[in-house]
């Protein structure tokens, strides 16, 4: 069982930068043992991959609209993921969720994932 808190979004103008954490408590497997990956949804749409990174943070994969500015990066010291999001635009507007698999590799899709965060907003105003 994986419980997953993400912290760090908010309010911020286009070009500017936030970083988004999911800390994470786990029972049963160690952290490292779990692929962590981001998402996001904006209203009316689906939930949509952003980013992944394996277990031991050697491998990390990216969605085409922010590869080169969201970097992915994990602690697994601190049981923690994060989310570097820089040169923000308004299309990056949504709600951003954690999730944790058990399957160790960089994974994109949605049902690969068993464990979810509740999100953390992020607005760009334009």
């Known amino acids: 069982q994986v419980q997953l808190v993400e912290s760090g979004g908010g309010l911020v103008q286009a070009g500017g930068s936030l970083r988004l954490s999911c800390a994470a408590s786990a029972s049963g497997r160690t952290f490292s043992s779990y692929a962590m990956g981001w998402f996001r949804q904006a209203p009316g749409k689906e939930r949509e991959f952003v980013a992944a990174i394996s277990g031991s943070g050697s491998s990390t994969t990216y969605a085409d609209s922010v590869k080169g500015r969201f970097p992915i990066s994990r602690d697994n010291a601190k049981n923690t993921v994060y989310l570097q999001m820089n040169t923000l635009k308004p299309e990056d507007t949504a709600v951003y969720y954690c999730?944790?698999?058990?399957?160790?590799?960089?994974?994109?899709?949605?049902?690969?994932?068993?464990?979810w965060g509740r999100g953390t907003q992020v607005t760009v105003s334009s």
């Open positions: 999730a944790a698999s058990k399957r160790v590799i960089a994974i994109t899709r949605v049902y690969e994932y068993e464990y």
